[in-house]
Structures are given as C-alpha cells and as structure tokens.
C-alpha cells in the first residue's frame, strides 16, 4: 500500500489535468488507492464520469458561461 496520502481536492485535480494519462503510473495508483477509501471522492468522480460520458455522447455544445458554471458546480472551477 502506498504510504503517501492525498487531499480530496488534490484528487480532483489530478483527474481533471490527467484525463488520458497512463493508468499504471505511481501518481495514478496513489489516486486509485484514495478513490477505494474515500467514499465521497469515489462518489464524486463517478458523477464527473457520468457527466463527461454523457456529453461525449450526445455531441452536447455548451457555452463558455454554462461550462464556467458546470466547472463551478464539479468544484473544478481552478482546472484549466
């Protein structure tokens, strides 16, 4: 097990800057670690999935204000 602990925020970000990252890196096992302990970030990032799947999905166009809001909304809004 990995010793070193990550914030909830941290894991969040790290999702949101990594999206396609290689999943066997040691960043991305400590964040998978973290996502079968704590329950409200495991909660969290599978609304985030759902939201981005959906999306991809349906080709949905949003303007910069609704993503702004959307970004807001995740707790993403210092992502970029």
Known sequence: MNEKTVTCKE???YICESLGEDLNSEKCITIKDH???CLDCKSYYET???TIDCYRKYNV???KDAHKR???FLDL???D
């Open 48 to 50: 985030v999935e759902i």
């Open 61 to 63: 166009k949003m303007s």
């Open 70 to 72: 959307l970004m807001k």
């Open 35 to 37: 996502l079968d302990e």
């Open 11 to 13: 894991v969040m970000n």
């Open 77 to 79: 809004d210092d992502c």
